[in-house]
């Protein structure tokens, strides 16, 4: 594999209509999870990704393992759970702030929640170029925390790129004390971290980009980073180079699903070697595609698709 992740796939039910999920009638479901999104990102862009998760054996899970597979991610390392099931949640759109969402969790005892280090082929692992996973795996339960430890571990034996998107859910942990000394404890083992500039401040204790750049080396050792700014684009240090991205300005559906989108066309650029600023700009599009539909993973561009957007964004363009 290209990059192996280790997540929980959920169905979300995002509403059609914006306002309160109390006045909403009529849900559309899609397939969806940060790390399900990274991969299917990849294996848009031809490259072989797979996924490490538990399903419930359940209409919801054989939903999301037949579209992870349609989508050309392997998915010979998910483990189809009889006895829990398959994790959901509901997208509220545009309330109560205009133009953002928000999301309520029915995931709690969840088939992914009982993920576990039994549950890693190591081998699978090792043979990966990148291992990719997020602060959510490591808040949902202590045995999927473990076994996300387990598999950044063998990864960096293994001389793969660890990925760590940081994606502090607050919904999901106990408390910030905890989030902030596990994200550190996996910090640790990463070789790459994305985060935004709250996570920076809640992790490192930094202001500014600069600042969460230079904590971020001094205390993990970590001298590849992103930034992710939202509408104001990302700004990367990789090994000394630095490079600035500005977001392209569309108009926005549903903004969930950009920053997965951002990091699975960005880390497969990288890998296609593509270099820092095209990979960053690649990865910016693909964000900005992604939000414009409802939905995490639909609109996640194939190559041909990343060309038409670059070269057409801003002027008029006849597809005919």
Known sequence: ???????????????????????????????????ANVCVAAARLGMRSGLITRLGNDEFGLFIRDWLRGEGVDVSRVVMDGEHPTGIYFVQRGYPVPGVSDVVYYRHGSAA???SEEDVDRDYVRESRVLHTTGITLAISESAR?????????????????SLDLNIRRKLWRNMDEAVDVVGKAMAKAGVVFMDEEEASMILGAEGVDA?????????????????????????????EEERVNAFEVPVEDPIGAGDAYVGVF???????????????RASAAAAMVVTVRGDEENLPREGDIDVFLRGFGGDVDLR
């Open 1 to 35: 594999m290209d990059i192996v992740a280790v997540g929980e796939p959920l169905v979300q039910l995002n509403a059609v209509t914006r306002g309160p999920l109390r006045h909403v009638q009529y849900f559309e479901k899609h397939s969806t999870g940060s790390e």
């Open 113 to 115: 929640s009982f993920l």
């Open 146 to 162: 473990s076994a996300a430890m387990l598999a950044m571990d063998e990864a960096r034996r293994a001389g793969a790129l660890v």
């Open 212 to 240: 969460a750049f230079r904590e971020a080396e001094r205390r993990f050792g970590l001298t590849k980073v992103v930034l992710k700014l939202g509408r104001r684009g990302s700004v990367a240090r990789w090994d000394g």
């Open 267 to 281: 880390l497969s650029s990288m890998l296609k070697g593509m270099g820092l600023r095209k990979s960053m700009v």
